[in-house]
């Protein structure tokens, strides 16, 4: 079984910065995707960031320039550095693992609890 955590969220005055962290833990396959998802109270979870354990990075358009992704592949660890945050940022971070054995179509999803990110003044 996989366990996935995150931590490093809390309040953050706009333009503030904060960084998050998630560890997982378990037997994962070292062809794999960490990063962050984001969710507020009656929207869908969205994208945020992600990278894969080759090193290549993805973005969502609203955080590009901001945010930067990074992991410790020898950890299982991802990191979000969050800069020049904004109000529209505030929501649930969830930490997302996805593991791709050797197999076509072979794929599997574990989450985190999430963290709280609250940007206000």
């Known amino acids: 079984q996989v366990h996935v955590v995150e931590s490093g969220g809390g309040l953050v005055q706009p333009g503030g910065s904060l960084v998050l962290s998630c560890v997982a833990s378990?037997?994962?396959?070292?062809?794999?995707?960490m990063g962050w998802y984001r969710q507020t109270p009656g929207k869908q979870r969205e994208f945020v960031a992600t990278?894969?354990?080759?090193?290549?990075?993805n973005y969502a358009d609203s955080v590009k320039g901001r945010f930067t992704v990074s992991r410790d592949n020898a950890k299982n660890t991802v990191y979000l550095q969050m800069n020049s945050l904004k109000p529209e940022d505030t929501a649930v971070y969830y930490c997302?693992?996805?593991?791709?054995?050797?197999?076509?179509?072979?794929?599997?999803?574990?989450w985190g609890q999430g963290t709280q990110v609250t940007v206000s003044s």
């Open positions: 990278m894969h354990s080759g090193g290549s990075a």
């Open positions: 378990g037997h994962i396959f070292s062809n794999n995707v």
């Open positions: 997302n693992v996805a593991e791709y054995c050797s197999g076509s179509g072979c794929r599997d999803d574990y």
